[in-house]
């Protein structure tokens, strides 16, 4: 079994810094690409941030400049360092990996989502 576990959520004032974490834990290969997603209310979800295990990242256009997201390779965490934050940013923040359990087997896995709040 492989699980994603996220922390660092909360609520926030426009202007604030937040950082979430994602830890992957159990039978694990390798990780591959890591992420975050997020879904607002009544929005599909959408991609936040990659990062591949050798580090090249990617950001959607609202966030760049204004989050960071990077790896602990030897811990397989994952975290987004989330500054000057914007009530828009308001959504459930979901962590996604790409895990070999095995050379032959490999899986995407979801964390459980994390309530990152901004108020204005």
């Known amino acids: 079994q492989v699980q994603l576990v996220e922390s660092g959520g909360g609520s926030v004032q426009a202007g604030g810094s937040l950082r979430l974490s994602c830890a992957a834990s159990?039978?694990?290969?390798?990780?591959?690409?890591m992420g975050w997603y997020r879904q607002a209310p009544g929005k599909q979800r959408e991609l936040v941030a990659t990062?591949?295990?050798?580090?090249?990242?990617n950001y959607v256009d609202s966030v760049k400049g204004r989050f960071t997201i990077s790896r602990d390779n030897a811990k397989n965490t994952v975290y987004l360092q989330m500054n000057s934050l914007k009530p828009e940013d308001t959504a459930v923040y979901y962590c996604?990996?790409?895990?070999?359990?095995?050379?032959?087997?490999?899986?995407?896995?979801w964390g459980q989502g994390t309530q990152v709040t901004v108020s204005s």
């Open positions: 996604n990996a790409h895990i070999l359990r095995s050379v032959w087997v490999g899986n995407e896995y």
């Open positions: 159990g039978s694990i290969f390798r990780v591959n690409n």
């Open positions: 990062i591949a295990s050798g580090g090249s990242t």
